[in-house]
């Protein structure tokens, strides 16, 4: 395989085939041991071919950030998604709406608002439709959701199950605070307090005589930490197809599971530093996933040295087109190509027209990334 990478154009992203195939049965077999349903978040690869293959392997559906970007996966058949982000304009409402009708997908929105669950409700009335509807709740994130213990909570829930276009599905969280952690102790504690806040929640409105039939929670550290699933019915990790730094850094894999790398290529070299072909247009300039920091911006690996961590130099700087490789005592020189671990595969891929697919034979596919860019 190495001599077929030394053949490509760089800079280039490429994924290992069997290595993400392993990722895919990995986390079926553990949603299948758990009892949970497995609906993966496709913002971290935005790719046709990949989620076919989640879905062939057992996910019960697809879970999308943007209304656009999930346009793509109902439009290539997925059977049901969800779109884990407060959708609010008509036009983009009507967008999914017509799609998921037209193709035969059970589309479900999350809402965290009056204003949200109104926009939703004139717009399934407009396709006069009964629209499934997740109450989103803030377990630590502080980003998108309602408290456990918010005043508006109940009446919210109580607005979407009384409408006679929604129907609310259940219960939506996501721990994305659990990246920041210091090791995997670390994001089983976010887990379990994710569980505990989810399930009292569920229990609250269930006693006010509210149905609650789901509860979905997601974020591939948390899922791959998690030893408490009590009351959980669904799972939404997407890192988990590619892995990064960060769940390496957490201690939740090595460097063999990860299927996602940059190829690079050395262009020129001064005493401090190798420099290459992959500036932030590559590699992006995230330093990890929620706004987490990491010391530099991936780890670079001569081809040789196979998932060796300890022969990894780092890339500390960026600029737009060269990446900064700390030289070291590194015999490495100009031309010579190096697979970078990125600190973050989501940017990656999505900053990426197509992924190099590698099969353990030596052959190449090229799957695009279908939904990159699709923001709106």
């Known amino acids: 395989m190495f001599e077929t990478v030394r053949s490509l154009e760089t800079p280039r992203v490429v994924v ?17 041991a758990a009892g949970v349903a497995l609906r993966p978040h496709i913002k971290t690869h935005k790719c046709r071919e990949i989620a076919r293959l989640q879905l062939a392997a057992g996910a019960a559906g697809l879970t999308a950030s943007k209304t656009d970007e999930a346009l793509v996966f109902i439009e290539d058949g997925a ?14 409402l009507d967008r999914l709406l017509a799609a ?18 109104a926009a939703l409700e004139a717009a399934a009335a407009r396709h006069a439709c009964n629209l499934p509807v997740l109450l989103k709740i803030d377990v630590g994130l502080h980003r998108c959701g309602l408290a456990p213990d918010h005043p508006g909570l ?23 605070h659990a990246y920041a952690a210091r090791d995997a102790a670390g994001v089983r504690e976010v887990a379990r307090e994710e569980n505990r806040l989810m399930n009292r929640v569920a ?23 998690c030893d408490a699933w009590d009351g959980i019915t669904e799972i939404r990790p997407g890192n988990y197809v590619f892995m990064d730094r960060t769940p390496l850094r957490l201690g ?32 992006s300039s995230d330093g990890g996933a929620q706004g987490t920091s990491m010391d530099g911006h991936g780890l670079a690996l001569p081809l040789d040295a196979g998932d060796d961590l300890s022969q990894a130099l780092p ?62």
Request: net charge positive.
């Open 315 to 376: 890339v500390l700087r960026l600029s737009e087109e060269h990446g900064f490789v700390q030289r070291g005592d590194s015999r490495l020189g100009v031309g010579d190509v190096l697979r970078i671990l990125p600190n973050h595969s989501c940017p990656v891929a999505n900053l990426a027209e197509s992924l190099t697919v590698l099969h353990p034979d030596g052959g190449t596919d090229e799957w695009a990334v279908a939904a990159r860019g699709r923001v709106r």
């Open 16 to 32: 290992d085939h069997a290595r993400l195939s392993a990722n895919i049965a990995r986390m079926a077999g553990l949603a299948r």
């Open 252 to 283: 939740l894999a090595t460097a063999a599971d990860v299927s996602l790398w940059v190829l690079a290529t050395v262009v020129s070299a001064n005493a401090d530093w190798l420099i290459v072909d992959a500036g932030s247009k590559v590699l």
């Open 100 to 117: 998921a009708r037209e193709k035969g997908c059970d589309l479900r929105i999350i809402a965290d608002s009056e204003p949200g669950a």
């Open 203 to 225: 229990g609250n409105l269930r006693a006010a005589g509210l149905e609650v039939r789901e509860i979905s929670v997601g974020s591939t550290p948390t899922v791959l930490a």
């Open 79 to 92: 059977p049901s998604l969800t779109v884990a982000y407060p959708v609010l304009d008509p036009r983009k």
């Open 154 to 176: 109940l009446p919210l829930a109580r607005r979407i199950a009384g409408s006679p276009s929604l129907r609310l599905a259940g219960l939506l969280s996501h721990a994305g």
